[in-house]
C-alpha cells in the first residue's frame, strides 16, 4: 500500500538557518505529493504541492521537488524565520487511491531567535 | 468564501457515551473527507464521500463508527460507546472532485477527549 516516511523530529534551528525536511514514498502508479503545515493552535494548511515527476512545489520560501528516481520530495527552506514554527507532514495521493491522502508521521520545527 | 467549518471544536464525553460530530464543507465541493489525528497513530483517513455516497469506508476504525452526509454538503461522523482510545482530533477536509491533483482543503478540527 502507499505510504510516507519523513525525517523524525523535531528539529531545533536558529532563525536564518538552512531547513531541509526529508520525505520519502511508497505508491501505485504516479501521485500527486503534498507538504502540509500545522502552525501551533490551528488546522492543516496546504504549503505546496507537486502533481507530476521533475515540478517543483514552491510557496513562502519553501520548496520541494518532485523526484520520481529517487521517490523523494524533500522540503527546504534557504533561511528559516520564527514564524516558521510548526509541525511539516509530507503526503500523497496515488491513482490507486485517488482520494484520500496519506501522510507521513509529521515533523516538528522549532526556530529559536 | 468560508471555510470548512467544523462543530463542536472540543468535545468531552463520558466512556460509553455517543457524540456526534459535525463537518461544513467549502460550498460547492462534492469531495468530503474525515481523517483523525492522534499522538499514537498519526494522521489516519477514516471515510470519503463522493456527493451523498461513500465510496470507501475502509478507514472507520471500528462498527461504533458511522457516518453519512446529506444534501451533498454537511456531513455528520458518529461515535458510538465512545472509548477512552477513540480520544484524538477529527478533521474534515473537502476537495472540488475529489481528483489526485486537488488540494483538500481541512478544517479547524474537533478535539475529542473520552473520559
Known amino acids: 500500500g502507499d505510504s510516507v516516511t519523513q525525517m523524525e523530529g523535531p528539529v531545533t534551528l536558529s532563525e536564518e538557518a538552512f531547513l531541509t525536511i526529508n520525505c520519502t514514498y511508497t505508491?501505485?502508479?504516479?501521485?500527486?505529493l503534498f507538504w502540509y503545515v500545522q502552525y501551533p493552535g490551528e488546522g492543516l494548511q496546504l504549503l505546496l504541492k507537486?502533481?507530476?515527476?521533475?515540478d517543483k512545489g514552491s510557496n513562502k520560501g519553501f520548496e520541494a521537488t518532485y523526484r520520481k528516481e529517487t521517490t523523494s520530495f524533500h522540503l527546504e527552506k534557504g533561511s528559516v524565520q520564527v514564524s516558521d514554527s510548526a509541525v511539516y507532514f509530507c503526503?500523497?495521493?496515488?491513482?490507486?487511491?485517488?482520494?484520500?491522502?496519506?501522510f507521513g508521521k509529521g515533523t516538528l520545527l522549532t526556530v529559536n531567535p | 468564501g468560508a471555510g470548512v467549518s467544523q462543530s463542536p471544536s472540543n468535545k468531552v464525553t463520558e466512556k460509553g457515551k455517543d457524540v456526534e460530530l459535525r463537518c461544513d464543507p467549502i460550498?460547492?465541493?462534492?469531495?468530503l473527507y474525515w481523517y483523525r489525528q492522534s499522538l499514537g497513530q498519526g494522521l489516519e483517513f477514516l471515510i470519503y464521500?463522493?456527493?451523498?455516497?461513500?465510496?470507501?469506508k475502509s478507514g472507520l476504525p471500528s462498527d461504533r463508527f458511522s457516518a453519512e452526509r446529506t444534501g451533498g454538503s454537511v456531513s455528520t461522523l458518529t461515535i458510538q460507546r465512545t472509548q477512552q482510545e477513540d480520544s484524538a482530533v477529527y478533521l474534515c477536509?473537502?476537495?472540488?472532485?475529489?481528483?489526485?491533483?486537488?488540494?483538500?482543503?481541512f478544517g479547524p478540527g474537533t478535539r475529542l477527549l473520552v473520559l
Open positions: 477536509a473537502s476537495s472540488l472532485w475529489g481528483s489526485p491533483q486537488e488540494t483538500q482543503y
Open positions: 505508491a501505485t502508479g504516479y501521485p500527486s
Open positions: 464521500f463522493q456527493g451523498n455516497s461513500a465510496p470507501d
Open positions: 503526503a500523497l495521493k496515488s491513482g490507486g487511491s485517488n482520494y484520500k491522502l496519506t
Open positions: 507537486a502533481t507530476k515527476a521533475d
Open positions: 460550498s460547492g465541493h462534492t469531495a
